[in-house]
């Protein structure tokens, strides 16, 4: 299983997400690197867990503010042979691709993350998910109740390769991860690559995960805290 660094910007720094609460988020405190520098915290993570993937949400951009397309640049231009997988509330495709087109060449490494809290409708899911290998939809959930305007947990038919089973109250919580979801997620499509989020707490959750059938899952919290030991390929 894939193990995914999480990033979480606001106001050009990354603060600790905690339960899906984004007013309250604080800045992070890191054993990784002193600081809450994007550049420097996202080459601390990619460095410990041995990553070239690397997901970032923008808190200002979701919480209806502009993308930081400057912070977004300098992360890129540090990190030459990473992939950015973005969350920046996209509630359609043209927005996603004039984020890519505002970073020019350096778009090229920038995966939108469309998630399902954002988008606008139906139509905007089919549009967004049209390149099925391209895009990653985020399927979002707080306190059992699904974030989905555009009706996307109900329509697998539409969904791409890459699905993130996001369960918002479990982000920073220690509370382990929904693999009751994720489960569930995967009944309804066996050949969907599914990345969970939320809930890591120490390796033996992972181990949970893999079993339980993710490809993949987003952490942030367990890393900082110096309770996932690095990765060794």
């Known amino acids: 299983m894939i193990l995914i660094p999480v990033v979480d910007l606001m106001r ?33 993570l990619c460095r410990h867990c041995d990553s070239a993937l ?14 930081q397309v400057d912070v977004l640049r300098r992360m890129l231009e540090a990190l030459p042979g990473v992939e950015l997988w973005v969350d920046a ?5 043209p927005r996603a691709a004039g984020l890519r087109a505002q970073l020019g060449a350096l ?3 920038v995966v939108p993350v469309f998630g399902s809290e954002s988008l606008a409708s139906r ?10 290998r391209a895009a990653v939809l985020s399927l979002d959930r707080r306190d059992g109740r699904r974030l989905d305007a555009a009706g996307a947990w109900e329509l697998p038919a539409l ?15 220690d509370t382990g991860p929904d693999l009751d ?3 569930a997620v995967q009944a309804r499509s066996p050949a969907t690559q599914l990345v969970g989020a ?3 707490r120490h390796a033996d959750d992972l181990e949970q995960a893999r079993a339980a059938g993710a490809f993949a899952w987003l952490v942030a919290s367990a890393l900082h805290d110096g309770r996932l030991p690095p990765v060794r390929h």
């Open 12 to 44: 050009g720094q990354v603060v600790r997400a905690v339960r899906g609460n984004r007013q309250a988020y604080q800045p992070i405190v890191s054993t990784l690197c002193t600081g809450s520098d994007p550049v420097e915290i996202a080459r601390a």
């Open 54 to 67: 690397l997901y970032v949400a923008d808190l200002d951009a979701l919480l209806g503010g502009a993308v």
């Open 89 to 93: 509330g996209f509630d359609d495709a």
């Open 107 to 109: 778009g090229a490494r």
């Open 123 to 132: 139509e905007a899911l089919q549009r967004c998910c049209a390149d099925a």
């Open 159 to 173: 969904w791409p390769q890459r699905v993130i089973v996001m369960t918002l109250e479990r982000v920073g919580a």
């Open 181 to 183: 979801t994720l489960r």
């Open 198 to 200: 939320g809930g890591i």
